[in-house]
């Protein structure tokens, strides 16, 4: 007991500390947006991560397209509407997009 009372502004930065980075770590891994697109015929979500993913490992971010879409597994129909958290921190092409809306 007596060495906490000594050391309560030690305690106290470590906690400040612990929960800056704790904040910083949760900021830094939520995605920039979350977009939909349509699927193309040959897209697969490794592709798609390539594009959208930024520097989150592809199987994690497969994960989350999997959990915000309702995915059993990896595959996906051209024609469907995904939608994906995109980690990239310039603009999207929204060529693909749009080009994806007017083949309707």
């Not at 050391?7 to 400040?16: S, T, Y």
């Not at 900021?27 to 947006?33: C, E, H, I, N, R």
Request: aromatic share 6%; net charge negative; hydrophobic share 50%.
């Amino acid at each position: 007991m007596i060495l906490i009372r000594k050391n309560k502004n030690l305690i106290a930065a470590f906690a400040l500390f612990a929960v800056l980075a704790f904040v910083l770590i949760h900021k830094l891994s939520v995605p920039q947006d979350i977009i939909e697109v349509t699927i193309v015929e040959g897209d697969t979500l490794s592709q798609l991560a390539e594009r959208y993913a930024g520097e989150i490992p592809t199987d994690r971010w497969i994960h989350e397209v999997a959990t915000l879409n309702n995915l059993t597994d990896s595959a996906i129909i051209a024609g469907e509407d995904l939608k994906l958290p995109s980690y990239i921190e310039s603009e999207v092409d929204d060529t693909r997009l749009v080009l994806a809306e007017e083949g309707e």
